[in-house]
C-alpha cells in the first residue's frame, strides 16, 4: 500500500508537550517530511528526515525509524497558536512527488 | 523574497466549462508541482514540472492538464468541469536540486467551486 496513517484529532493543553504519529506501509521512499496547515491556509513546511534518527528545529522535533514503518513530530512547549491540522508526506525515491498523510487536527486548550 | 503566487485567489466555475490557474514560484525554484486538497480525499498530488518538463504525474483523469514556462511559472488547465472537482488546487515549488532540506513552499491556493 501506499498510504500514510495519523491519528485524526489530537487534544493538549497549552505549554504540555504532544507527539503526532504516523505509520506507512512501502519502504522504498527517499524522506519523510511534516507540514502544518491552519484553517484556510496554505501548508507549511516544518521538518524532514531523510535518515532515521532525530531532527530538531525549535519546538519541533520529528523522528523516523525506516525498520518500523513510523515517524513522528513532537511539539514541545504548546502555544494556542500551534491549533492546526498537521501532515506527514513521503517523498518518492525521485524526489518529485509527496504523498500525504490524512492530516492530525491539533487543538491546544489554555 | 516574495512567496509563491497564484492566481486567482477564488473562481467559481459551471459544470463542463474549463479553468486555467496559475503558479508563479519563488524566484530560483525549478521545480512546480501541483496539489488538490479536498476534504474526503485530502491532499492528493497532480503533476510536478521541471524545466518545462513534467516528471511525475498522479491518478487524475486526462481532464487535468499542467504546464511549465521557461521563466518556471506553471499553469493548471482542467476542461470539462465536474462538481467533484470542487477543491482548493495547491501549487508547491522546490529549488529542485540537492535533497539535504527537501522542504516544499506552497502557494496560498486557488479555490474552486463548480456549480
Known amino acids: 500500500g501506499q498510504s500514510l496513517e495519523q491519528p485524526s484529532e489530537v487534544t493538549a493543553v497549552e505549554g504540555a508537550i504532544v507527539q503526532i504519529n504516523c505509520t506507512y506501509q512501502t519502504s522504498g521512499f527517499y524522506g519523510l517530511s511534516w507540514y502544518q496547515q491552519h484553517d484556510g491556509g496554505a501548508p507549511t513546511f516544518l521538518s524532514y528526515?531523510?535518515?532515521?534518527g532525530l531532527e530538531e528545529t525549535g519546538r519541533f522535533s520529528s523522528f523516523l525509524s525506516r525498520s518500523d514503518s513510523y515517524g513522528y513530530l513532537l511539539l514541545q512547549e504548546l502555544q494556542m497558536k500551534d491549533s492546526a491540522s498537521y501532515f506527514c508526506a513521503r517523498l518518492n525515491n525521485a524526489g518529485n512527488m509527496l504523498t500525504f498523510g490524512g492530516g492530525t487536527r491539533l487543538m491546544v486548550k489554555p | 523574497k516574495a512567496g509563491v503566487t497564484q492566481t486567482p485567489r477564488y473562481l467559481i466555475k459551471t459544470r463542463g466549462q474549463q479553468v486555467t490557474l496559475s503558479c508563479s514560484p519563488i524566484s530560483g525554484h525549478r521545480s512546480v508541482s501541483w496539489y488538490q486538497q479536498t476534504p474526503g480525499q485530502g491532499l492528493q498530488f497532480l503533476f510536478e514540472?521541471?524545466?518545462?518538463?513534467?516528471?511525475n504525474k498522479g491518478n487524475f483523469p486526462g481532464r487535468f492538464s499542467g504546464r511549465q514556462f521557461s521563466n518556471s511559472r506553471s499553469e493548471m488547465n482542467v476542461s470539462t468541469l465536474e462538481l467533484g472537482d470542487s477543491a482548493l488546487y495547491l501549487c508547491a515549488t522546490h529549488e529542485g536540486r540537492g535533497r539535504k532540506n527537501y522542504g516544499y513552499t506552497f502557494g496560498s491556493g486557488t479555490r474552486l467551486t463548480v456549480v
Open positions: 528526515n531523510a535518515l532515521d
Open positions: 514540472y521541471f524545466s518545462e518538463t513534467q516528471r
